[in-house]
């Protein structure tokens, strides 16, 4: 018996050779509309970046959220040299003018161990947890006294 899928088949060899190949997986499990509503509402409700394992919540607040290139260098530095990553933190950005939500109801929901709050903020009197109130980080990268007073009082206030 001749096996029909060998070479001197020219015209199977053709088609091989000029027809894109597809491999078809036999076990792909599709997840179900809960699993993919889910998913998407976590990703739109979450108000902060980061996975936020170790409760620190760090929150970007004032005017203008566009943060230069040395802001962000500042904010990656400061992490790295506390031995966090964006896993252990998480990040909220709030604009002064056109707020996410109040500061305080974020706080109250997450239920941060500590907050670092860069910039001006609406007031905090009902949060339940410690704040640690810094100047903006455009401000801190500009001013090297603050920045050692601010990392000083930062590793203070961590430990």
Same mark, same amino acid.
């Given at each position: 018996?001749?096996?029909?899928?060998?070479?001197?088949?020219?015209?199977?060899?053709?088609?091989? #050779?000029?027809?894109?190949?597809?491999?078809?997986?036999?076990?792909i499990t599709e997840p179900t509309n809960a699993e993919v509503i889910t998913s998407v509402a976590d990703e739109l409700i979450s108000p902060y970046k980061g996975r936020f394992l170790k409760k620190i919540l760090f929150v970007i607040s004032?005017?203008?959220?566009? *943060?230069?290139?040395?802001?962000?260098?500042?904010?990656?530095? /400061?992490?790295?040299?506390?031995?966090? %990553?964006?896993?252990?933190?998480?990040?909220?950005?709030?604009?002064?003018?056109?707020? #996410?939500?109040?500061?305080?109801?974020?706080?109250?929901? *997450?239920?941060?161990?500590?907050?670092?709050?860069?910039?001006?903020? %609406? %007031? /905090?009197?009902?949060?339940?947890? %410690?704040?640690?109130?810094?100047? /903006?980080?455009?401000?801190?990268?500009?001013?090297?006294?603050?920045?050692?007073?601010?990392?000083?009082?930062?590793?203070?206030?961590?430990?």
């Amino acid at each position: 018996m001749k096996d029909s899928l060998l070479a001197d088949n020219t015209l199977a060899l053709k088609l091989l #050779i000029d027809s894109p190949v597809y491999v078809l997986k036999q076990d792909i499990t599709e997840p179900t509309n809960a699993e993919v509503i889910t998913s998407v509402a976590d990703e739109l409700i979450s108000p902060y970046k980061g996975r936020f394992l170790k409760k620190i919540l760090f929150v970007i607040s004032g005017d203008n959220l566009k *943060l230069s290139d040395n802001d962000w260098d500042l904010f990656n530095k /400061t992490i790295s040299a506390l031995k966090l %990553s964006i896993d252990d933190i998480a990040i909220f950005e709030n604009s002064i003018d056109e707020p #996410i939500k109040d500061l305080t109801s974020i706080i109250n929901e *997450l239920k941060p161990n500590k907050t670092i709050v860069f910039g001006k903020v %609406s %007031s /905090t009197d009902n949060a339940n947890t %410690s704040i640690l109130n810094c100047e /903006t980080l455009k401000t801190l990268s500009e001013n090297k006294d603050l920045k050692i007073q601010w990392w000083n009082s930062l590793k203070a206030y961590l430990s």
